[in-house]
């Protein structure tokens, strides 16, 4: 099975960007579509967007496209979110989700693969 970890959250000024990456140990995460979710405290948790293997598609939350990009780099097996012009209302907990099924979008809310969350916090 493959195991997620997710990093480069952190704190930022509204207007700000961060780069959120996920890589993976036990299986290498080229062989899975991957998504990014967020969740904010006492929200469900959202899609943001996720990308075939191999990168060949992209499947972007109605509201997400623009700010947020997903791409990934099979070289260093790693998926990232690009994320810029930062709100408040963006903070959340990001989580990354590896999915085997080709371009199943927000479906992946039901794959069993989560890495553990990294924090993001935007400030006014």
């Known amino acids: 099975q493959v195991q997620l970890v997710e990093s480069g959250g952190g704190l930022v000024q509204s207007g700000g960007s961060l780069r959120l990456s996920c890589t993976a140990s036990?299986?290498?995460?080229?062989?899975?579509?991957v998504g990014w979710f967020r969740q904010a405290p006492g929200k469900s948790r959202e899609f943001i967007v996720s990308?075939?293997?191999?990168?060949?598609?992209?499947y972007y939350a109605d509201n997400k496209r623009g700010r947020f990009r997903i791409s990934r780099d099979d070289w260093s097996d790693t998926v990232y979110l690009q994320m810029n012009s930062l709100k408040p209302e963006d903070t959340a907990t990001y989580y990354c989700?590896?999915?085997?099924?080709?371009?199943?979008?927000?479906?992946?809310?039901?794959?069993?693969?989560w890495g553990q969350g990294t924090q993001v916090t935007v400030s006014s």
């Open positions: 990308i075939s293997t191999g990168g060949g598609s992209t």
């Open positions: 036990g299986r290498t995460l080229s062989s899975y579509s």
């Open positions: 989700v590896a999915d085997t099924r080709p371009a199943p979008g927000p479906l992946m809310v039901d794959s069993p693969y």
